[in-house]
């Protein structure tokens, strides 16, 4: 009976060890290897721009290699930095507090934020995918994206460069390619400008912009094309999204210009004009400007505490106290005829409510942890970062997107544990392991039952 003699630590560290081979519900990797993820944002892309566009071969290939849907539900506002912040952090506009590209708060020593704006103070410490995979000791890499510029929870990316327009999308490509090859980082984001830049000049529908998606689908073929000269291919786990589409708009002819309507005895600032306008009434003045523009036509009047609960667009002290929401085409302007004479004009917009069909982006994905030719039910714009999180088995931080949600998109599913509306947790965990956990407490009773014989003898 000596062959039964074991110190009670050696029992233990059996157990974690068939604990951990029990506990094997991750995301699928082709090659058995750590999984890869990149991130890639075409800003503007419109969820039915390759149906409008003649020629996009290469995303024709992505959905028959991958997973897509008919369109991703973005967060109101929909505008460029509040989307793509939600995108990297899981969170509403009203939680992250990145509400438009334009911003002002008088608590702050720099009260503006311009969408050139890096200063730290301005992102309020809630964790970004990058922040969340370097926690967990992993290698990321961001080429350009809202907010990795500035230090968020004392940490930047890996890699990462300020903003530069300039930069050639194919350079952007390459570089992030060898990031992901040659310096093995397990996560990368990626962001394009286009087709935004254009859709805003000749419109959705027009040739210029279609051109522009065409253009776009070149430069999806060569990231494509770099993956898989790098042996990458079939161990990255590629998602393609944007922030917004982009309505039909003309600038010169469907604007609201407010000084019809009210002057500067009931408006102390206007900080965001367009689609949405955030105003700053003079102090007791609240209620007098929402009576004098509530029957201004193409708009809607809200005060910041009834803003409709969808949005999710009121709990936070950077949205002003009363907040203009302009009919889908139309454009809101502190001064119409300045606007035309020094603005160029605009045939496309965005920032419109979330619900319009011309406001929602597109979302297609491939790799081993997705399914292949699969087209399945829209998701959030918020669960992409606790998806990302589930692909790369990293905790997600506290946020409002759902895994439960995101699941059709993956070959292996987790387990159902999230609710749409809670902060979503990772599958690492052992408590949301039943089958683990069951095996567990099977091990440990043999393990018990042999130190007690063990003891007898």
């Known amino acids: 009976m000596k062959a039964l003699k074991a110190t009670t630590s050696t029992w233990v560290i059996l157990a974690l060890v068939l604990c951990t081979v029990q506990n094997g519900d991750t995301a699928p990797s082709a090659t058995g290897g750590k999984p890869k993820v990149i991130l890639v944002s075409m800003d503007g892309f419109r969820h039915d721009y390759l149906q409008l566009a003649e020629n996009t071969p290469n995303f024709d290939r992505m959905l028959r290699e991958g997973v897509t849907m008919p369109w991703i539900r973005n967060t109101f506002t929909t505008l460029t930095f509040p989307c793509h912040f939600t995108m990297v952090t899981g969170l509403y506009e009203e939680s992250h507090g990145i509400i438009s590209n334009n911003m002002y708060n008088e608590e702050m020593d720099n009260r503006y934020f311009r969408m050139s704006t890096t200063d730290d103070e301005w992102w309020t410490g809630h964790e970004t995918i990058w922040t969340s995979a370097q926690k967990a000791g992993l290698k990321a890499g961001v080429y350009f994206w809202v907010g990795s510029a500035s230090e968020i929870q004392g940490t930047r990316p890996e890699k990462w460069f300020r903003y530069d327009g300039s930069v050639p999308f194919e350079d952007r490509v390459d570089t992030l390619v060898k990031w992901m090859s040659e310096d093995d980082f397990d996560l990368g984001l990626l962001y394009f400008n286009e087709p935004d830049h254009t859709g805003h000049l000749h419109g959705p529908k027009g040739n210029e912009t279609l051109h522009e998606v065409e253009r776009m689908d070149g430069i999806l073929g060569r990231l494509l094309d770099k993956l898989n000269q790098t042996d990458l291919l079939d161990k990255v786990n590629l998602i393609v999204t944007s922030d917004h ?3 039909e708009v003309d600038s010169d002819k469907k604007t609201i210009d407010l000084r019809d309507y009210v002057n500067d005895t009931l408006i102390r600032k206007v900080v965001q004009q367009g689609a949405i306008a955030h105003l700053i009434p003079q102090e007791g003045k609240t209620q007098e400007l929402v009576d004098a523009l509530k029957d201004v036509e193409h708009m809607r009047v809200f005060v910041k505490e009834d803003m409709p609960e969808r949005f999710h667009y009121k709990n936070h002290r950077r949205i002003q106290p009363v907040v203009l929401v302009a009919d889908e085409g139309w454009g809101i302007s502190q001064n119409a005829t300045y606007r035309r004479l020094n603005i160029p004009r605009f045939l496309g917009d965005h920032g419109y409510d979330n619900i319009l069909n011309s406001m929602r982006p597109i979302f297609a994905a491939r790799g081993p942890a997705f399914k292949q030719n699969a087209i399945v039910e829209s998701i959030d714009t918020v669960d992409i970062y606790p998806l990302i999180c589930h692909i790369l088995n990293i905790d997600p931080a506290p946020n409002n997107g ?23 947790r990772c599958i690492s965990d052992f408590s949301t392991k039943p089958d683990a956990c069951s095996s567990t407490l099977a091990i440990l009773f043999v393990i018990s039952s042999l130190m007690k014989w063990n003891a007898v003898y």
């Not at 759902?402 to 979503?424: F, I, Q, Y």
Request: hydrophobic share 35%; no cysteine; proline share 19%.
């Open 245 to 247: 589409g982009m309505a």
């Open 402 to 424: 759902s895994l439960e949600r995101a699941a059709a998109l993956l070959r292996v599913p987790p387990k159902p544990h999230d609710h749409p509306s809670s902060p979503t």
